[in-house]
């Protein structure tokens, strides 16, 4: 955890002396052009890095009834069995967290007792916080775009309906940092949770909350050149960036923030973002039955031992039992009745054991292999 | 049985200080290492087994040598790191799940809690999470550039022999379940990373015997129990004996190894050897019996199961492969399967990939309904409770509730048909026609979100007795909730090392129930033609009001 503190106040104390120093264009323009090319190269390439491997097994969890008989009602957005309810189950794995949504919690008691209570709390900051996210990258787009399209204009009035302030309180602000304090807080609270973390799990918390710290300062507590700043962007979005004026440090160390936070993403666990739209477990049809799949690397030189090789060995025993052979026995001078060599397994018929688990029964299978394949 | 007894264990789950129990460890995971003692892992196969294996796939199961857990020395071979490295390059360029779960968990803690062997145990290792950062961190210390930089500040670590230790005692602590996928808002699927590990392990030569001598087993005697052709048949045949003495009728359409037969009848070997499997098989033939299929079994594929898939996806696939080869000589149409869980994981998910398509076989149709399992178009094999359920749904079963009136049951969804088939209705269905008492367990585990035995993927052997008591914990809970609410008596199920290791358990938490599987409620209840008054049930037990129930036909309800 100190790593990772220690690593975003050093961005912050960088970009501060960086604007002091007059480096305005390095952290106004150079740095944002790296780092989006960075996210956007490495964004690529991690995700067709994974796509190169191949899906050799159709392997969906199944949640839910599977398609079965007609008259048993598949489960089609937990279970799915076509392409397009596979395409409902990742919309409600995407967009509404659904597998997140049925935590339970464990607890054992005297007894022992194990109960399971509902644990909605993750999935609903989890929900929020991305949700705020994505509404605040949004708003952000009014300082890239000219002319502002409307829709911008309609979430910046929803977000801020209660017009209280000015500027008026976004309440996306309010709770993307309440929901960002939540998913640090249950991190160290949580002993379960706190054990498996490290610095890569508190790094883009601290610095996400930095980034939305120097935001929420920007507009409602420092004052810093708008105009300006939106000169720059939209120079930036249009490939002709220009900054005039004195915009202030802060909004330097929020760009170099959100620089940072796009050059480290694909690097990242952060890549979630494009790994669950790969999970094999999850945009697969459970139809393997039903519809070929076909693995590229399957070796068709993995055959089972031959039936030929099997009734070599057993041919005696076979005929014995009365079992159909494909080669029948060469005629033997005096055959001899087999029938009682195996006293070990017909010991085991008559008295059978209590489990299975217990007698293996091995008839010391390696001792004579009969591999002729 | 279990060392620790269990007015002991019922006290140390709950008050030894765990993870579950609150206690947080005081040092990093990374620092904590493993101690194997008697109790706490399987033997390690046989060299006489690991070097039959070796023949069959070479070079997958390492160097064929006696060793020892306990020991420091595995002797290994020299470059072991070397080879485990690049087993991981490779399964990474061949495996996008592999690759994707390496990357992209947060960390988020969802599954920690989900898993049975972690609410048994506490220790955090068990965390789904965990055990997946024990390969995580490998993974990031040689295949990403921050891991190979900054090192376990970036969580990445080196590939030690106590890295080796702890995932031979963790990836053999984990049944492949995938209870944690359900939950896990990436499906990030422990099974996989679990099978991953299992692979890399068997690489350097290290793997248990109680996985891979049934799985030699069975590629040689075509059973995880050695059991040869002949014995084979005679122990399924001494079962008719019982079912006459039950029923008296003698089964006359059991065959082995017949051509031409229309349907190949696969089962878990166990279901001809032991208690109660055995029963379940009984119920089986009646049903076969009861409606005139024409079936055969064969002595060559008599395993289902197939403890290959316990091991890697090359073994898994030969084992498998006994299926389709034997139904194309036999000549059948289609393949019928019992009652298996990871035999049907296999079956459902992977068969036609590893080893179809099969040519010579045809669209499973069922010959006394007429239905078409469309389901099983391309794979050409169905469920056994498919099979049964539409053969009640048809009301082409006769049968009498009521011989099932002295169990009270309740059903364990086998984790495989549940979160890798999806087959949660057909069992249901089948329980509600046959059994007048049924209570579902508490729906935080059941379906999807049933809790393993505890012993599966090849881990129900004896000598982890303990962690396997442990492990089942969360189930038998849940069965003693029914138990004490409901009375329940019978532990039903689909799986045959749930027949088998659920006993233990039972055994063990709950002493009054007993388990069984679906097949074996159904043919207590076959009203079979010919048949004498029935006052015993499969296993020789009366009756509930034996004597009175004559001339009772059954309720069975018309198909709707």
């Given amino acids: ?373 | 049985m279990a060392d620790t007894k269990v007015d002991q264990m019922s006290v140390n789950v709950v008050k030894e200080p765990s993870m579950m129990t609150g206690a947080i460890p005081g040092k990093d995971w990374m620092d904590t290492t493993v101690t194997f003692k008697p109790g706490n892992y399987c033997y390690p196969a046989k060299k006489s087994i690991v070097e039959y294996l070796d023949k069959g796939l070479p070079g997958l199961f390492g160097v064929p040598r006696e060793w020892t857990v306990e020991s420091d020395d595995w002797q290994l071979p020299e470059n072991w790191v070397e080879i485990i490295l690049q087993g991981m390059r490779e399964r990474l360029d061949k495996f996008r799940s592999f690759k994707v779960f390496m990357d992209i968990c947060v960390r988020c803690g969802a599954c920690a809690d989900k898993c049975h062997f972690f609410l048994g145990t506490g220790d955090p290792k068990n965390m789904p999470v965990l055990r997946a950062e024990l390969l995580r961190s490998v993974y990031r210390g040689n295949f990403t550039k921050a891991g190979k930089i900054l090192g376990s500040i970036a969580g990445g670590r080196e590939m030690t022999f106590e890295v080796l230790k702890e995932w031979f005692m963790y990836f053999y602590q984990c049944t492949e379940c995938r209870r944690c996928s359900v939950f896990c808002p990436y499906g990030i699927d422990t099974a996989e990373i679990t099978m991953m590990a299992r692979e890399l392990l068997h690489l350097v030569g290290v793997g248990t015997n109680w996985i891979l001598e049934p799985a030699a087993n069975s590629n040689r005697t075509g059973n995880h129990l050695g059991l040869q052709p002949h014995t084979f048949k005679q122990n399924a045949e001494f079962l008719l004996d019982d079912i006459e003495e039950v029923t008296g009728v003698m089964l006359k359409n059991l065959t082995f190894n017949r051509k031409g037969a229309e349907v190949l009848f696969v089962i878990p070997s166990a279901d001809v050897f032991a208690e109660p499997g055995i029963f379940t098989f009984m119920g089986y033939l009646l049903i076969f019996e009861h409606i005139g299929l024409d079936y055969t079994i064969s002595t060559y594929s008599s395993e289902g199961g197939n403890f290959g898939s316990f091991t890697n996806n090359e073994l898994m696939k030969k084992l498998n492969g006994k299926m389709y080869a034997e139904a194309e000589r036999l000549g059948v149409k289609w393949i019928l399967g019992g009652e298996c869980g990871h035999m049907w994981r296999v079956v459902h998910q992977y068969m036609e990939t590893m080893n179809g398509p099969p040519d010579n076989l045809e669209v499973p149709k069922s010959p006394i309904t007429g239905t078409v399992f469309e389901n099983a178009a391309a794979a050409k094999m169905v469920h056994m409770s498919e099979f049964t359920a539409d053969l009640i749904k048809h009301n082409k079963l006769k049968i009498d509730k009521s011989r099932n009136d002295h169990r009270v049951v309740t059903f364990h969804d086998s984790c495989n048909p549940a979160r890798g088939m999806g087959l949660l209705e057909e069992p249901r269905y089948i329980h509600q026609h046959v059994c007048n008492n049924f209570y579902e367990m508490p729906e935080n585990t059941i379906r999807e979100q049933t809790f393993c035995c505890g012993s599966g993927t090849g881990l129900n052997t004896g000598e982890i007795m303990d962690l396997r008591m442990r492990g089942g914990l969360p189930r038998a809970n849940a069965v003693k909730y029914v138990e004490e609410k409901h009375g329940v008596n019978m532990l039903s199920c689909i799986c045959a090392i749930d027949r088998a290791t659920l006993l233990a358990l039972m055994e063990y938490w709950n002493p009054n129930v007993g388990v069984c599987g679906i097949s074996e409620l159904v043919g207590n209840a076959l009203i079979m033609d010919g048949e004498k008054e029935r006052d015993q049930d499969l296993r020789f037990e009366e009756l509930l009001g034996a004597g009175q129930a004559e001339g009772e036909t059954g309720n069975n309800e018309e198909g709707e």
């Fill in chain 1, 1 to 373: 955890m100190k790593h990772a503190f220690l690593a975003v106040i050093g961005l912050i104390v960088i970009s501060w002396l960086g604007s002091l120093v007059g480096l305005d264009y390095l952290f106004g323009v150079v740095f944002p052009y790296l780092a989006f090319a960075i996210f956007l190269g490495g964004f690529i390439y991690r995700v067709t890095n994974w796509a190169k491997s191949p899906v050799p097994f159709r392997i969906p969890t199944t949640s839910g009834q599977g398609k079965s008989l007609d008259w048993v009602k598949q489960d089609k957005l937990d279970c799915p069995a076509t392409f397009w309810q596979v395409v409902g189950r990742m919309i409600l794995e995407v967009f509404v967290f659904r597998s997140l949504f049925k935590n339970t919690k464990a607890e054992i008691h005297d007894g022992p007792k194990l109960v399971y209570g509902s644990s909605k709390w993750l999935w609903l900051f989890g929900l929020a916080f991305h949700y705020c996210f994505l509404i605040i990258v949004l708003r952000h787009m009014r300082l890239f775009l000219n002319p502002v399209p409307a829709f911008i204009g309609q979430i910046e009035f929803f977000d801020g309906l209660f017009q209280i302030g000015v500027p008026v309180l976004y309440q996306t602000d309010l709770i993307f940092v309440g929901a960002v304090t939540f998913l640090f807080l249950r991190r160290v609270l949580i002993p379960q949770v706190k054990y498996i973390s490290f610095a890569a799990d508190y790094f883009p918390l601290f610095l996400i909350f930095a980034i939305a710290a120097t935001g929420i300062l920007m507009r409602y507590f420092f004052r810093v050149d708008i105009v300006s700043i939106k000169q720059l962007t939209v120079g930036l979005a249009t490939f002709s960036p220009a900054i005039s004026g004195d915009i202030g440090s802060i909004f330097y160390i929020h760009v170099f923030l959100v620089s940072a936070l796009l050059a480290y993403f694909p690097f990242s666990k952060l890549m979630h973002l494009g790994g669950v739209f790969l999970s094999p477990t999850r945009n697969l049809a459970n139809n393997n039955r039903m519809v070929r799949h076909v693995n590229p690397w399957n070796d068709p030189n993995i055959k089972p031992h031959s039936y030929a090789a099997y009734e070599d060995e057993f041919r005696q025993f076979m005929a014995d039992a009365d079992i159909p052979l494909e080669k029948e026995l060469p005629p033997e001078p005096e055959p001899e009745p087999a029938a009682e060599e195996a006293p070990a397994a017909d010991a085991a018929a008559e008295t059978p054991k209590p489990a299975a688990e217990e007698a293996p029964a091995a008839d010391a299978a390696a001792e004579t292999p009969a591999e002729k394949e």
